[in-house]
């Protein structure tokens, strides 16, 4: 139901192979490429070396974590971020919605959102990817209402979302959204925040299993950055999020 992994934005000082090499020494199975520093689009060489380094320590690529915001970033850069997904061997793509929480939108500007939005995800189906809003403050999905309305208007099995908790929410908010969102669902970003105070998933086991819980179906929990920020830390974070899976 749950398979581990990793988010590679959280150690964008180490190199690849240093990731996949410690991915594979606290037995994680799973990565998402970050486009801003590890896996660029444009960089067929990069790519194709992670590609190697990927077959050499039997790690996946489930995901590429892109910075591409929709109505922001031009549209028909989307088609270089899809071949680099399918390069690095997923057909999943993290996307972002705009700059914005969804307050700040007059209904001019979610007309456009809405109307790129179906472009982006017929363009995704064309190609036979996914393409998954990011869950984050200060943008379009911020709030479990305006994702849901934008998942309405959209209406597409290419166009679904990623979760992760709101660090400054109560762990009720979050699972309201989990309860508003999750049939659109695929990966879930996991680590224990409050505000902007990074703290190990060891104090968050049980608010973890009851996140989990709510879910039905397979998902990734990807570990996202680390309480100390420390690539020596994610041995620890992996047993502790496993152990989290073990008890839902």
């Given at each position: ?11 964008r000082g180490e190199s690849p192979e240093r990731i996949l090499q410690e991915m594979v020494d606290s037995g994680l199975q799973y ?170 998933l060891a104090g968050g086991i049980e608010e973890w299993r009851t996140y989990l819980r709510e879910f039905s179906g397979d998902h ?29």
């Open positions: 139901m749950f398979e581990t992994g990793l988010v590679s934005v959280s150690f990565i998402e490429w970050g486009s801003d520093v590890h896996a660029p689009c444009e960089d067929a060489e990069r790519l194709q070396e992670i590609v190697k380094l990927q077959k050499q320590y039997g790690i996946t690529c489930c995901s590429y974590g892109t910075y591409f915001r929709l109505c922001v970033t031009p549209i028909e850069e989307l088609p270089k971020y899809i071949h680099a997904a399918k390069t690095l061997g997923t057909n999943i793509l993290r996307l972002w919605v705009g700059d914005q929480s969804p307050w700040l939108w007059t209904q001019e500007e979610k007309t456009i959102l809405f109307a790129q939005s179906r472009q982006a995800a017929k363009m995704a189906e064309q190609a036979g990817v996914i393409l998954c809003m990011e869950c984050h403050r200060n943008t379009f999905t911020e709030t479990k209402e305006a994702s849901l309305e934008l998942m309405n208007a959209v209406n597409s099995p290419a166009f679904i979302m990623y979760w992760q908790p709101h660090s400054t929410n109560t762990q009720d908010e979050n699972i309201a959204y989990i309860r508003s969102l999750r049939d659109y669902t695929t990966h879930i970003h996991s680590y224990y925040w409050n505000g902007k105070d990074k703290y190990t990734k929990v990807l570990l996202e950055f680390m309480p100390d920020g420390r690539i020596e830390s994610l041995r620890h974070e992996a047993e502790i999020l496993k152990e989290i899976i073990a008890g839902v």
